[in-house]
């Protein structure tokens, strides 16, 4: 007699930033190991891409690419799959910058939230003319941005990958239709009120967001904000 197929729940979630509704199952042994070969590797690229591929094997139903997903979206969904999947309290060690001392705190998943700066707008209005129309940093760029190592070069790289489209004077030009030369030589051309507005664009975008609360042995009350991907599962 064949082995029996085990079924599996499923759960509805809503991505923050797409608001796309997916239908997700838990991640399974084979998922697991995929993981766990990353972890191994110690390299962030191959943990990238077994996160990508541990959300596409889980996908049961929606229309999503992973590929062209906004980062936030695959990095609250990859924390609901854990919570589902595993254990929803994670164990975190962290070095009190106060006294250096080192901190056992729970993490609890399912309260992990995404918080949204009212000030935040994808569409920039530089002026009477110009308008540019951004989107979020996708996953796609992860490789793209491995080799890049000074932080300017890294920042430019992400901003002209999240300009949509540009509107001036009444025309609309799609930046995937441009060459990176004219995109630079757009970027070049802006003024400093410009440059700022698209600098907030970055520091305004959601964020996940979890607070960890303990008292150090001054007595002092501390608090950790969580907001990466990286904060929920590296932390030391």
Same mark, same amino acid.
């Given at each position: 007699?064949?082995?029996?197929?085990?079924?599996?729940?499923?759960?509805?979630? +809503?991505?923050?930033?797409?608001?796309?509704?997916? %239908? &997700? !199952?838990?991640?399974? /042994?084979?998922?697991?190991?995929? $993981?766990?070969?990353?972890?191994?590797?110690?390299?962030?690229?191959?943990?990238?891409?077994?996160?990508?591929?541990?959300?596409?094997?889980?996908?049961?139903?929606?229309?999503?690419?992973?590929?062209?997903?906004? +980062?936030?979206?695959?990095?609250?969904?990859?924390? %609901? &799959? !854990?919570?589902?999947? /595993?254990?929803?309290?994670?164990? $975190?060690?962290?070095?009190?910058?106060?006294?250096?001392?080192?901190?056992?705190?729970?993490?609890?998943?399912?309260?992990?939230?995404?918080?949204?700066?009212?000030?935040?707008?994808?569409?920039?209005?530089?002026?009477?003319?110009?308008?540019?129309?951004?989107?979020?940093?996708?996953?796609?760029i992860t490789n793209e941005l491995a080799s890049i190592n000074t932080s300017t070069d890294f920042f430019f790289n992400v901003l002209k990958s999240c300009i949509d489209k540009i509107n001036y004077d009444k025309n609309t030009y799609l930046v995937s239709e441009s060459t990176v030369e004219e995109l630079d030589e757009f970027l070049n051309s802006l003024d400093v009120n410009a440059f700022e507005k698209l600098q907030k664009f970055f520091t305004t975008m959601p964020k996940l967001h979890y607070e960890v609360k303990y008292t150090n042995s001054l007595g002092n009350e501390r608090v950790i904000v969580l907001s990466s991907l990286t904060d929920f599962f590296t932390l030391g």
């Open positions: 007699m064949p082995l029996p197929k085990i079924e599996h729940p499923t759960f509805d979630l +809503t991505l923050p930033a797409s608001k796309q509704v997916v %239908k &997700l !199952r838990p991640f399974l /042994v084979k998922e697991e190991k995929i $993981l766990l070969m990353a972890i191994q590797s110690d390299e962030n690229a191959e943990m990238v891409s077994a996160i990508k591929q541990v959300i596409n094997n889980c996908i049961m139903e929606g229309d999503v690419d992973v590929e062209t997903l906004p +980062t936030i979206d695959l990095e609250y969904m990859f924390i %609901k &799959l !854990r919570a589902r999947s /595993v254990n929803n309290i994670i164990k $975190l060690t962290y070095r009190d910058l106060e006294d250096d001392k080192k901190y056992n705190v729970e993490v609890n998943l399912d309260e992990v939230e995404v918080r949204h700066n009212p000030e935040h707008t994808t569409k920039l209005i530089i002026n009477k003319k110009l308008t540019i129309e951004m989107r979020y940093p996708r996953v796609s």
